[in-house]
């Protein structure tokens, strides 16, 4: 089973609006990250925050980590047409021995 | 500095044959992870390797195999091909050891359909 579920699993909105899309994830974690990927090509890493680290600024992008909620959010602020893609999050699940383990993402359409 | 290199981009294959996928890492990236990428059932890990040695393994039967060869280009194969291995394959290569702590390099995919 998925271990981060994003919601909403599509967005629409204006250019210049900002985007915030949720993850939840099930078990304990060692970090969290979000990843774009636009169609058809393979995904590109955003952010990393690590399980002590409740908030991380990388320019227009900002992410939260509630880990007693088990949940994170990923803020675009000031969308641009080029933000338009699909938004997973990924997690290390806490003493497994599996790889990353990704939602099934947001579809984040930004019209001009 | 040239990203992760996959090949080929798009393959056609029949059911019952195999097949094998070439990832090329970034320079001086030694850990390469493959994942698997359908609308079903979205991203899933099918394995790791660090110096030639595959360190994790997803949950996938054992058609589906992979190694790494000593300048850390890796391979996957897929034997006796299936209607559900079609797929986005894509690999991922990251520095170090700690593959799962560190951001990961995604290559395009390799888009392989079976008829």
């Known amino acids: 089973s998925q271990q981060g579920e994003e919601d909403p699993q599509a967005l629409s909105i204006q250019e210049g609006e900002n985007a915030t899309m949720n993850c939840s994830y099930k078990?304990?974690?060692?970090?969290l990250q979000w990843y774009r990927q636009n169609s058809g090509r393979g995904l590109v890493h955003l952010i990393l925050?690590?399980?002590?680290?409740r908030e991380k600024h990388s320019g227009r992008l900002r992410v939260t980590l509630d880990t007693s909620k088990k949940s994170s959010s990923l803020l675009i602020t000031a969308s641009r047409a080029a933000d338009t893609a699909s938004y997973f999050c990924a997690t290390d699940a806490r003493g497994g021995a599996d790889g990353l383990t990704f939602g099934k993402g947001t579809h984040l359409i930004i019209q001009p | 500095k040239a990203g992760v290199t996959q090949t080929p981009r798009y393959l056609i294959k029949t059911r019952g044959q195999q097949v094998t996928l070439s990832c090329s890492p970034i320079?001086?990236?030694?850990?390469v992870s493959w994942y698997q990428q359908t609308p079903g059932q979205g991203l899933q890990f099918l394995f790791e390797?660090?110096?030639?040695?595959?360190?994790n393994k997803g949950n996938f039967p054992g058609r589906f195999s992979g190694r790494q060869f000593s300048n850390s280009r890796s391979e996957m194969n897929v034997s006796t091909l299936e209607l559900g291995d079609s797929a986005l394959y894509l690999c991922a290569s990251s520095l170090g050891t700690g593959f799962r702590n560190q951001p990961q390099h995604f290559g395009d995919g390799t888009r392989l359909s079976i008829l």
């Open positions: 078990t304990s974690i060692n970090n």
């Open positions: 925050i690590r399980s002590n680290e």
């Open positions: 320079s001086g990236h030694r850990s």
């Open positions: 390797y660090f110096s030639e040695t595959q360190r």
